[in-house]
């Protein structure tokens, strides 16, 4: 039944136009430049693991998943 909600709810916002496929493929984010420099810097002067670094970004508002760090 979940499958019939989500064309029934596209239906209602988008009309015709939401019940077009739509590929299944992620859509690829680019970390922002800045950030990966952060990263960098953090990885190389402070020696943090992936963890740390997230948790750092985290308190600067910066929400980042550990796999990317790494």
């Known amino acids: ?6 064309w029934v709810n ?17 859509h690829p984010h680019q970390t922002p430049t800045g950030v990966v420099e952060t990263i960098a810097r953090l990885g190389r002067e402070r020696q943090w693991s992936a963890r740390l670094i997230c948790i750092d970004l985290a308190d ?7 796999a990317t760090v790494g």
């Open 1 to 6: 039944m979940l499958g019939v909600n989500r």
């Open 10 to 26: 596209r239906y209602r916002r988008l009309g015709e136009a939401g019940l077009t496929d739509r590929t299944s493929q992620p």
């Open 60 to 66: 600067r508002g910066i929400r980042i998943s550990q």
